[in-house]
């Protein structure tokens, strides 16, 4: 109670190089609430607050095992920015592009994304088709040339080499960064 918290998980540590488990250890993953979750999010929206943290930690330490490592922490973020050359009706760039931006945001996203709307799932690795698949149907739209992810730092746009897709960890999230509408 009196935590601010959107998305919780808790991981299964994997065997370390030796072959063992570490004994004990439980990780938990956080993504704080957001008020406005669909549109794009900032990287101070997904810091979780220490004084939230710390209360989930005391509400956790009273119903573990004693031996049991606690580990709460936001997830490895993957900030990715797509670029997207499409083809719109004439004189319907604008609406195009605010239609793209939207889409994009919701679907890349670890609150209101994924192919459910439930947030971007946990260590799912994000393909180039995904993003084909997201942006399907829009109207005005006469065809979509390409789309090109890139892999960005936080709030930036495109940078770097395209990808095909990018990888997570196991405790990994995607975010939209600053995507780009180029109209053909």
């Known amino acids: 109670p009196g935590v601010s918290f959107g998305r919780v998980k808790c991981l ?12 004990g250890q439980v990780y938990v993953l956080v993504i704080p609430r957001v008020h406005q979750p669909f549109g794009y999010l900032t990287p101070e929206d997904l810091e979780p ?26 997830p ?11 083809r719109a009706r004439i004189g319907m760039e604008t609406a195009v592009s605010q ?14 994304g994924g192919a459910n709307g439930m947030g971007w799932p946990f260590g ?5 088709s995904d ?7 829009i109207p005005d739209v006469q065809f979509i040339r390409s789309v ?3 892999v960005t730092s936080p709030g ?8 095909e897709s990018v990888k997570l960890v196991e405790h990994g999230m995607i975010v939209s960064g600053k995507h780009e509408v180029i109209f053909v």
């Open 124 to 128: 799912r690795e994000l393909f180039v």
């Open 76 to 86: 490895a973020y993957r900030w990715v920015a797509a670029q997207v050359q499409v």
């Open 131 to 137: 993003v084909y698949q997201c942006l399907q149907g």
């Open 156 to 163: 930036s746009g495109p940078q770097g080499e395209p990808e």
């Open 12 to 23: 299964q540590p994997l065997p370390s190089d030796t072959g063992q488990v570490a004994p």
């Open 49 to 74: 607050k220490d004084a939230d943290i710390d209360r989930l930690k005391q509400f956790l330490d009273q119903r573990r095992l004693i031996t049991t490592r606690l580990f709460v922490n936001a």
């Open 148 to 150: 090109t992810l890139y």
């Open 99 to 112: 239609q793209i931006l939207a889409r994009l945001y919701q679907f890349l996203n670890p609150l209101a």
